[in-house]
């Protein structure tokens, strides 16, 4: 049973009365490239014009489509640093500030009698994926052999620093209360659970004052432990549930609360993913805050707009949390779906020494697997595969545990690539 650790969360630096906004961008960016694959067949030529909602690209596996965020002009084909730091062939779009739609976007006044079918057709037309940090497709979840019974929506957002999911529930609250229910319609759940840290009362109290009148919808907080919104973790605590592989063998489907919020837009207005959500933070950001940011927009871009830095020399670029961001050497990435913040500090460099054999990283890892050990067996792909290294979660855990300062994550990471080559 591994430790749980209460680490400092550094939430409020980001958490602002009022959420501005970065939705005009005179260019976005969109990279081809879904739930990790590249292996994506491009729909468009320089030259183009295109439509909020026009098809840039599918996912060769299954015909994912990878949308437009705007109207305009394809200008080019580049490619640029994704999020994960990987270089990625990214479509350019030049906005004409039209905001023309690929489809007429119509108002649905009661999306639970939208049927199971549609359901599903709409989270695969519309191109709905998990905002959490895994990008996963959304109409795969639903369309599970499974028997569902319960829906639980992650508001747990368990990373320091990253208060993206908070914005939504705090501006968004009614939406997602009439979005969880009219799933329960949908699929025939017959509960369903909201669940975010049991610090934001505020949230407690938004949700409580309407949640009254949708009897099948608990509001559970949870304790502030790391990392409490893993997925397995939060089933057990607000359930009692354990599970072998996936969350559908005991009846259960999660969504994260800002998916729940895009699957809101897609069954009301029939409307893409074109804006999201996501946090702006650091000791070297001006003015960190929550902004709702057109999709494919540059973060340096979005920097600018809201006040800039407060130094531009010798920082560390964070794409997602301090302990599953991946650290980048550029701010010319562009805001993508799985993108929930970006960190900007003031780097300090710490000097990693040999390992201990302390044994803490064990002890801290929420699977229970040896990091330690799979870190000293980098060259032998046998014994990687006996350790069950592709197990991980990169959580970081076993990093931030590291009394010498190894990146032992980043270690288990390369035993990964290994296992999978």
């Excluded at 599953?324 to 990693?352: D, F, R």
Aim: charged residues 25%; neutral net charge; aromatic residues 6%.
């Amino acid at each position: 049973m591994s430790m749980k650790l209460r680490l400092k969360g550094n939430k409020k630096i980001s958490i602002n009365e009022k959420t501005n906004e970065f939705i005009r961008p005179d260019y976005v960016y969109i990279p081809l490239i879904s739930h990790g694959n590249k292996n994506c067949e491009m729909l468009v030529n320089i030259g183009d014009t295109v439509k909020k909602g026009t098809v840039i690209a599918l996912r060769e596996s299954d015909k994912f489509p990878i949308l437009s965020s705007i109207s305009g002009v394809v200008e080019n084909v580049v490619d640029m640093v994704y999020i994960n730091g990987e270089m990625v062939s990214t479509v350019v779009i030049k906005n004409d500030f039209k905001e023309k739609t690929f489809r007429v976007n119509t108002l649905n006044d009661d999306i639970s009698k939208i049927s199971k079918e549609e359901f599903i057709d709409r989270l695969m037309k519309n191109g709905v994926s998990g905002l959490s940090g895994n990008d996963f497709s959304a109409y795969i979840k639903y369309s599970t052999e499974d028997k569902l019974n319960i829906l639980v929506v992650n508001g747990v957002e368990c990373e320091p620093f990253i208060t993206a999911d908070y914005a939504v529930m705090k501006n968004h609250t009614e939406e997602i209360l009439e979005t969880v229910d009219a799933i329960m319609s949908i699929m025939g759940l017959e509960r369903a659970v909201i669940s975010f840290k049991d610090e934001f009362k505020e949230l407690k109290v938004a949700f409580d004052s309407i949640s009254g009148t949708y009897p099948n919808i608990d509001i559970m907080t949870v304790r502030d432990y790391y990392p409490a919104g893993w997925e397995r973790n939060l089933i057990s605590d607000v359930l009692h549930l354990k599970y072998k592989t996936r969350p559908s063998e005991v009846g259960v489907v999660v969504s994260n609360v800002s998916t729940i919020f895009e699957i809101y837009q897609v069954l009301k207005y029939n409307k893409p993913l074109t804006e999201k959500y996501i946090t702006i933070t650091g000791d070297a950001i001006k003015e960190p805050q929550n902004i709702l940011v057109k999709i494919g927009s540059k973060i340096s871009d979005v920097i600018s707009t809201i006040g800039g830095y407060n130094e531009e020399e010798n920082v560390v670029v964070l794409t997602g949390g301090p302990m599953m961001g991946k650290s980048i050497s550029s701010l010319q990435t562009v805001v993508v779906k799985p993108l929930n913040g970006i960190i900007v500090s003031k780097y300090i460099k710490e000097k990693a020494t040999e390992c201990m054999r302390c044994g803490k990283c064990v002890e801290a890892c929420p699977v229970n697997l040896s990091p330690v050990s799979i870190a000293k067996s980098l060259k032998n792909k046998k014994e990687l595969k006996k350790l069950k290294c592709d197990k991980c979660i990169h959580c970081g855990l076993c990093s931030y545990v590291c009394p010498a300062k190894i990146d032992v994550r980043e270690k288990v990471e390369a035993g990964i690539s290994e296992v999978l080559k």
